[in-house]
């Protein structure tokens, strides 16, 4: 034992000395000084006493204890010499014992384990250090360092040797200084034994050098080859993460590129419209030169005119002899002109024209012998008449006043030569030459033509400003309804008037015409301004009309954002393609985002707009995330609007229907994902199960019903995408229905040999993802299950029969649990659908709670399948409880896969003839489930069937023999009241009612009140009475004393159902003559009440009954042994009397007070009356709604 000590004492020295414990194995030298082992505290002191590791100047710093002096130094000089003498000596000795050793290894290598073990008794206590220094040599130094997990198993080991050792003191310092380790917590592992560190030494000892060495080897190989393993999935990681991140960047900056080049072009664009509109700034800068000047050459006209005018008419004739002269010399000029010029004239043309000035200049001679009418205001209607074309001819006049002289005198020759018609319209500048002879019109057309232009684009340009300036202070005048008759007048104003802030204006009164535009108004709004901006034009479209959009996105009026998002589908056509996609579409994104119903519905219908004008797929993202955003919007209107419309003009625009699916699937997982678990016990079924919010129940909502409305273009994809040769002929193709997903298609199918994604999507990705839906929702989420019920019938429908036969039906039944045959599928598809296979006792229950209701209804429920739905219905239920022998009360998952079987009205005939077998069925338990499923089924039925097959179903399980079905009937009954309100289903359960009363058992009277009571708050006045009156006769009957407990099950049931009733409004006939006679019976009996119930009745026969209860606690007083009216109490002629003799018993009546006057509730009360009907409701009161309860 000693060389074992000692060995194993040097182990630990060892160990902590390697692992650098030093306060460990500074307690352990001083812990073996005191116990007298100097020999295994050598190295101890060696290694304490090295000054390179412990050198003596800091030792002296730290110590404090004394004060070094040299008398003290040359001691431990002396002493230092010894030890290194000592030291010395027993190197010596260890090298020989080293050498002595090594013979005797071979040796033992040699020799076999048992003679191994047993020379260790040999093995004296000098040799124990010097053994385990020859171990530690040829093994630890082969080792490598030391691992984390032998390390921690090491020092388990070490601090349980310190404390079987007695070294207490050396076990707590080791459990300061090993601070990233629980030593109390040994984790189970080979290493963890009892005594671990005696184990160790003797394995060693009993182990050859060989064997060691192979296990090492083998050891250190697999280490080798896990961390080979380990590096190279680093690396495979490192490399994956490296290539996502260089995809992201590439893709980043592939879009930073595509910005940027398109914002180069947004800006080449730019400069290329703002050097057109320099051009045309210029040009319009020269042409308000040239009306400058025309506008100076009219006013002196005119003022000549003027001049004209005010001459003497006698002066004019004095005149006009000097202006024939020169009208004949003139006229010399142009003969000479005419012979000159190479254009011939035409004599028809030359008559027609003198013809057409001769009949002109008679109405001029009318007109100024009239003397009624001046020149200007034939001017103004002239230029009023020339409005229309104001911009062609300021560029006529700007061009005329470019041109020289010879040049118009040249053309004015040639208007008069051809004949020009234009002399109508100018015979008002020169009327007062209606003397003139006929052939002097060449003149006259040739000063006309120098100033009429100038006149009508200048009187144009004054209209318009004239409407300009009006127009913002007519509208507030105009009635709303009459307003849109100004919209001819705001339309060519603003697209006709020159400064570009009036037409700001302007627009700004169009789009705010109306306050608040109905939709008829925002119709005829729209209209004008897409009208307008077909007449001004891309650039103004975007400069003008686009801002005012802009400008009214936030405004406070619904209706008016309203306009905007109507603007954005319907002037996109009128804007540049590159504007569509940018602002455009930045409007409608806030549009989406706008807190009104209307305003985002509108938003959803004008992005479909809008969509198709993009000019390519930058944007495609993003709109996909707008239409998932709008998908899933907390209004119906704006679900509706976006599934009907949104959601096609995205596919049909970016044609990405697999990735919107796969988009769409993750959404709809992810919304339940997130919800928080029902349980945070790990490993129970409520664990796997969320707690949806109302948005997060709503957006798996809308997202399944969009996955519905999206079903037939699979459909359409998967049809279009078959590629198997035997099916590709025209008739095949053309069938659009389920019959195209024939079983020969699908045994080709099965054989693998051809890719079909499109079809793969449906049953690897979509139906896997709804089962993975389904095992996250509780029990109470039916309206959910009832959504993807219907799109598995919906998928049942377009696909066809065979498709439900041979892959639907195997996916789910795969996924409940049975064992079902995949031949028709691929191999590579059967091993991902063998993966739902519930594995373990939780994924079992998961899969019958959550994935048993959608094989009943969504997969055997579809058309045509009925037989096989009641055959899958009858092994559930028949076979499973005659295999199982007990109610299937017991089984509440299946229970609630048949109730969401019966909420599809056309299963219902399928589970009650079930039902009825279970019924008539000879089996006690069978009888039993029957009563408890009809009990659960009764929600979710009408009171047609509860008439029909329910109370039938009840009355033949109340009438058998077997207490145990008679009872669970009777709850049964008790739920059809609590849920139908029909005279004729009340009178039934009355009767009923009275035949288990008539039994006359205290637990069928017990059943029928605690039934009866579930139904008050819920049922009618008729059976409330009812109970009530039953209660009453059954609290005058008399009670057996011997049962202690019946007595107060009896009681306890009475008063529940007393302080139900008196939650309701009862009449009151019914208060006086039984509710109060009730109370006083029960409170005859204070041992068998409950002192809650007796407060409660108390204070309920206190309120009840006014001032007659003082009356009443005198003779209970006198009952409870108060002398007070004893013997007409207790006497012969009293109640207990009647009762004692055996006569019938007779009802306690009321004592006969005047009128009652409405009591006000008590505190108490409404808290009593409260939280008993919360019991009994699931649902807390109002002390507001218990106050007006009975005037309510």
Request: negative net charge.
């Amino acid at each position: 034992m000693d060389v074992e000590k000692s060995s194993l004492c040097n182990c630990v020295v060892n160990f902590l000395l390697e692992e650098n414990y030093f306060l460990t194995a500074f307690e352990l030298f001083h812990e073996l000084l005191d116990d007298g082992r100097d020999a295994q505290a050598i190295r101890l002191k060696e290694f304490f006493a090295d000054t390179s590791q412990f050198p003596p100047d800091q030792i002296s710093r730290f110590n404090t204890l004394r004060v070094a002096d040299p008398q003290s130094l040359l001691e431990e000089k002396e002493a230092l010499e010894e030890k290194l003498a000592l030291s010395e000596y027993e190197l010596r000795l260890a090298e020989e014992d080293n050498l002595r050793l090594k013979t005797e290894l071979k040796k033992r290598a040699e020799s076999s384990p048992d003679d191994l073990s047993g020379s260790n008794i040999d093995v004296s206590v000098e040799d124990g250090p010097t053994l385990q220094q020859g171990k530690r040599n040829t093994s630890f130094s082969d080792l490598g360092p030391l691992k984390e997990s032998e390390r921690k198993d090491l020092n388990c080991a070490i601090k349980e040797y310190l404390l079987l050792a007695g070294y207490r003191l050396t076990a707590m310092t080791f459990y300061e200084e090993v601070t990233d380790q629980d030593l109390d917590v040994w984790q189970n592992t080979p290493a963890c034994v009892s005594d671990a560190l005696r184990h160790y030494y003797y394995q060693f000892l009993s182990s050859t050098a060989e064997a060691a060495e192979e296990k090492i080897s083998l050891i250190r190989e697999n280490e080798s080859l896990l961390k080979t393993n380990e590096k190279l999935n680093s690396e495979k990681e490192s490399l994956l993460k490296s290539k996502d991140v260089a995809d992201g960047q590439i893709m980043a900056l592939t879009k930073s590129l595509e910005a940027l080049q398109k914002d180069l072009k947004d800006r080449e664009i730019l400069i290329h419209d703002l050097k057109k509109s320099l051009e045309l700034q210029r040009k319009e800068l020269n042409d308000c030169r040239a009306e400058i000047t025309s506008l100076k050459m009219h006013i002196e006209g005119s003022r000549s005119s003027r001049r004209w005018e005010s001459a003497d008419f006698d002066h004019l004739q004095s005149q006009s002899e000097n202006y024939q002269a020169e009208i004949k010399s003139l006229q010399m000029e142009i003969e000479i002109l005419k012979a000159k010029s190479p254009v011939t004239e035409n004599p028809v043309e030359s008559n027609n024209c003198q013809k057409e000035y001769t009949q002109t200049e008679e109405k001029v001679v009318e007109i100024h012998e009239d003397r009624a009418v001046s020149s200007h205001p034939i001017d103004l209607a002239s230029g009023v008449s020339d409005v229309e074309d104001g911009e062609r001819q300021r560029i006529q006049t700007h061009e005329e006043k470019a041109a020289q002289p010879q040049e118009i005198s040249h053309e004015t020759l040639e208007v008069s030569s051809n004949g020009n018609c234009s002399v109508e319209n100018d015979e008002n500048i020169f009327k007062h030459d209606s003397e003139s002879a006929p052939e002097d019109g060449r003149i006259i057309i040739k000063l006309n033509n120098q100033r009429r232009e100038p006149v009508s684009e200048n009187m144009g340009l004054e209209t318009i400003q004239i409407l300009s300036d009006a127009l913002p202070k007519i509208v507030p005048y105009v009635l709303i309804n009459h307003r849109e008759e100004l919209l001819p007048l705001i339309m060519c104003a603003i697209e006709r008037h020159p400064d570009s802030s009036t037409r700001d204006s302007l627009t700004h009164t169009l789009f705010n015409l109306i306050k608040r535009p109905d939709e008829q108004q925002r119709r005829i709004i729209m209209d004008a301004c897409v009208s307008l901006a077909k007449n001004v034009g891309q650039m103004r479209t975007e400069s003008e009309l686009l801002p005012q959009c802009w400008e009214q996105i936030n405004h406070m009026y619904e209706e008016r954002r309203l306009l905007v998002a109507q603007s954005c589908g319907e002037l996109a056509e009128f804007v540049r393609p590159e504007i569509r996609d940018s602002l455009i579409l930045s409007i409608v994104q806030q549009l989406v985002e706008d807190s009104t119903t209307v305003v985002r519905e509108a938003a959803a219908h004008n992005l479909a707009l809008l969509l198709p004008l993009f000019p390519n797929m930058d944007k495609y993202f993003k709109v996909e995330e707008l239409m998932f955003q709008l998908v899933c919007d907390p209004s119906g209107v704006v679900v509706e609007t976006s599934l009907k419309q949104l959601v096609p003009a995205v596919i049909n625009w970016g044609n990405k229907l697999d990735h919107i699916l796969r988009v769409l699937l993750s959404h709809i997982v992810g919304c339940a994902q997130r919800c928080p678990p029902v349980s945070g016990v790990e490993g129970s079924v409520e664990s796997h199960l969320r707690v949806l919010g109302e948005r997060e129940r709503w957006n798996v909502d809308v997202l399944l019903r969009m996955l519905t409305e999206m079903l037939p273009l699979v459909h359409q994809k998967a049809i279009k995408t078959c590629t198997f040769p035997s099916v590709m002929d025209p008739p095949a193709i053309s069938e659009s229905g389920s019959a195209f997903f024939s079983t020969s298609l699908l045994e080709l199918y099965a054989g693998g040999s051809v890719e079909w994604p499109a079809f793969d999507w449906l049953h690897v990705d979509c139906l896997p993802v709804l089962i993975q839906l389904a095992c996250l929702l509780p029990q109470k989420e039916d309206n959910l299950r009832n959504r993807m019920t219907k799109f598995l019938l919906a998928v049942s429908e377009h696909f066809g029969d065979h498709y439900l036969t041979h892959v639907m039906l195997p996916v789910f039944s795969v996924a409940v649990g049975d064992t079902y045959d995949l031949k028709s599928l691929p191999l590579a598809v059967q091993s991902r659908i063998k993966g739902l296979r519930p594995k373990t006792v939780v994924a079992e229950r998961l899969a019958t709670m959550c994935v048993l209701p959608l094989l009943l209804a969504g997969i055997l429920g579809a058309p045509g399948r009925h037989e096989q739905l009641a055959e899958y219905l009858r092994k559930l239920l028949v076979q499973g409880i005659m295999k199982e022998d007990q109610p299937i009360n017991s089984n509440a998952e299946i229970i609630n896969a048949v109730c969401f079987v019966c909420t599809f009205e056309e299963h219902n005939g399928i589970v009650f003839n079930i039902l009825w077998e279970m019924v008539v069925n000879a089996n006690v338990n069978m009888k039993i489930s029957a009563a408890n499923l009809l009990k659960v089924l009764v929600p979710y039925i009408d009171a047609k069937l509860a008439s029909t097959h329910v109370l039938p179903a009840l009355i033949t399980l109340g009438s058998d023999q077997n207490l145990n079905v008679k009872y669970a009937s009777i709850n049964a009954f008790g739920s059809v009241a609590q849920h139908f309100k029909s005279d004729m289903i009340i009178d039934k359960i009355r009767v009923q009612m009275d035949s288990f009363l008539e039994d006359g058992s205290h637990e069928a009277t017990i059943a029928v009140v605690r039934a009866l009571v579930v139904a008050v708050p819920h049922t009618t006045d008729r059976l409330r009475d009812y109970l009530l009156s039953k209660i009453f006769q059954l609290s005058t009957l008399p009670t057996s004393g011997s049962d202690v407990m019946r007595r107060r099950e009896r009681v306890n049931a009475f008063c529940e159902s007393i302080r139900a009733l008196d939650a309701t409004d009862l009449p009151a006939a019914s208060v006086r003559d039984l509710l109060l006679p009730a109370i006083q019976n029960l409170l005859k009996d204070p041992d068998s009440l409950d002192p809650a119930h007796k407060e409660a009745l108390e204070i309920i026969m206190r309120e009840r009954s006014g001032g007659t209860f003082e009356a009443f606690s005198k003779v209970m007083g006198a009952h409870l042994g108060i002398a007070s009216s004893v013997s007409s109490f207790f006497g012969e002629g009293g109640l207990l009397g009647k009762k004692e003799s055996g006569d019938p018993p007779e009802p306690v009546e009321s004592p006969k007070a005047a009128p009652q006057t409405p009591v006000e509730d008590t505190r108490f009360r409404g808290i009593m009356r409260g939280s008993f009907t919360d019991m009994l409701m699931g649902k807390a009161k109002s002390n507001e709604e218990a106050a007006h309860r009975q005037s309510n």
